[in-house]
């Protein structure tokens, strides 16, 4: 006989524990299930752990450069990657029990430990449990994808996963994925120490990028002496000794990059293919990805799937965000939309890379007249005070609404400056409302109002 519960939310990652809390909040009981880490990727082995690693390499790089801000730190800089570790692991874990005490103490929630399956549309399997409810959430996540390149079965590999326990430092990290989570520990153990080649299988960095963007990644990571090796299309491993040969072009480039060790960096999968969709009957794309309308409905009614697994985000925000759609729409009489969401996003280099919005390229590609406005970090007086001044500002605005349409900012502070762009296209508000705003000195976002006054028509 199945124990009865008002909801059942399987995977505790970015939406989950929050709509548990709202939903036990409501009166209503719920059966917590995850059948790993408490708080999921971001917390264990996403943005959590690598941020922490992201600052450790700043600080690594800072010393090395020190004499450029007249201080004095001894030479050459080495970093104790055990401690490293250790401030990582002690930030990771203080989040992950924060979660997981916090869905124990839940009143009104019991919490499963074990996968979690689906026996029917209302039946859910843990161990030895059966469970049952008339509301199914899921928010399982995804995983590294680990590709059929000819070889990779036949080397050690590292995913996002298993590079967080290493403690010591890799001679030579090759990296194949030169997008945002490669790119992001391409850096990170560069500035520890490692020799770093990326391969990247199309012709440059961050693909989905404007071309000046890429450009000014790849610019500013060789500049710190990281190998990349773009248009890679036949990428293949072998052992040679104790190391690892990539190969990168069957044609005409035969030389390998040889590794002590391979980071497999080349996208995610959704983890619903061990979920008995098909046992509820639940509809999902030819990746696994499941099908949801507007407001996280799965095809089944009474089946909810929320953050990665439903292909409509890939980043913590939007995950937590689906949370806030399913909970406005099922408890508070507001219905919220997945499309009422504009795309933003960060890469955590260094500089960090801010995105909303569309591209120049899309704004191109969309024929609609439009203006631009740009300005490079190396006039930006904070930029510059702060001797970090690779990367630049630009931004898209619709020549008819005035509205602004998309904007990057590639610079120090870039991750934070965004938001005021972001908070203004929320608003539906005229690019003007930023313009004649005065904004604090000396900030990266002073500048923002320099550059939109300043726009140029896109031809
Ligand atoms: C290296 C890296 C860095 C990242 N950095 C950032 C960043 O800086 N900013 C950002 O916004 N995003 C970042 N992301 C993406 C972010 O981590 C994810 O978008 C986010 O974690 C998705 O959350 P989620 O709720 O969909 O699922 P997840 O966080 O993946 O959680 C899913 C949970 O479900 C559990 N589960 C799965 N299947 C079952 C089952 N059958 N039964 C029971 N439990 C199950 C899993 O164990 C897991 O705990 C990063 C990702 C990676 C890999």
């Not at 071309?211 to 990571?221: E, G, N, P, T, Y």
């Not at 990349?228 to 040969?245: L, P, Y």
């Not at 030819?286 to 407001?295: A, C, F, L, S």
Request: hydrophobic content about 40%; charged content about 25%.
């Amino acid at each position: 006989m199945p124990t009865h519960f008002d909801a059942i939310i399987i995977g505790s990652g970015q939406a989950g524990p929050s709509l548990a809390n709202s939903l036990t909040q409501a009166g209503r009981t719920v059966a917590f299930v995850e059948r790993k880490l408490f708080g999921g990727t971001c917390v264990n082995n996403g943005c959590t752990p690598t941020k922490a690693l992201v600052a450790s390499a700043y600080v690594a790089q800072k010393a090395r450069i020190a004499t450029d801000y007249g201080v004095i730190a001894p030479a050459p800089i080495s970093v104790d990657m055990k401690a490293v570790k250790a401030r990582k692991d002690k930030i990771v874990l203080a989040s992950r029990t924060g979660v997981e005490g916090w869905l124990r103490n839940m009143p009104r929630c019991t919490v499963y430990r074990g996968h979690a399956r689906f026996e029917s549309p209302k039946e859910v399997r843990v161990n030895d449990d059966l469970l049952a409810a008339d509301q199914i959430f899921i928010n399982v996540g995804g995983r590294a994808v680990v590709p059929d390149f000819p070889g990779v079965n036949e080397v050690p590999y590292l995913t996002n996963v298993s590079i967080l326990d290493l403690d010591t430092l890799p001679r030579h990290l090759v990296i194949v994925g030169g997008s945002y989570v490669g790119l992001e520990f391409a850096q990170i153990f560069r500035r520890f120490g490692s020799e770093v080649t990326v391969i990247e299988k199309n012709p440059r960095l961050c693909h989905r990028e404007d071309q000046d963007v890429s450009a000014s990644i790849r610019s500013f990571l060789e500049k710190e002496g990281i190998h990349v090796r773009t248009s890679a299309e036949c990428i293949h491993f072998k052992r040679q000794g104790n190391d690892i040969a990539a190969g990168v072009d069957c044609t005409e480039d035969p030389t390998d990059s040889i590794g002590s060790h391979v980071l497999l960096a080349v996208g995610r999968r959704p983890n619903t293919d061990d979920l008995g969709l098909e046992k509820a009957g639940i509809a999902h794309d030819k990746h696994g990805y499941i099908t949801v309308d507007d407001q996280l409905r799965t095809s089944v009614p009474g089946i909810w799937a929320l953050g990665d697994c439903n292909g409509r985000g890939a980043f913590t925000h939007t995950a937590w965000n689906d949370f806030e759609i399913v909970a406005a729409n099922l408890l508070d009489n507001d219905p919220r939309r997945v499309t009422d969401r504009i795309l933003c996003y960060a890469l955590y280099t260094d500089p960090p890379l801010g995105r909303v919005g569309l591209t120049e390229t899309e704004v191109r590609e969309s024929g609609k007249p439009a203006l631009i406005g740009t300005r490079p970090m190396t006039r930006v007086s904070r930029a510059i005070e702060k001797g970090e001044t690779e990367g630049f500002i630009k931004i898209l605005v619709d020549a008819a609404s005035k509205q602004i349409i998309g904007a990057n900012i590639l610079g120090t502070g870039g991750d934070e400056a965004i938001h005021c762009i972001l908070d203004t296209m929320y608003a539906k508000a005229p690019y003007t409302n930023i313009q004649r705003a005065v904004h604090i000195h000396p900030t990266v976002s002073e500048l923002l109002p320099t550059v939109l006054g300043d726009l140029k028509p896109l031809i």
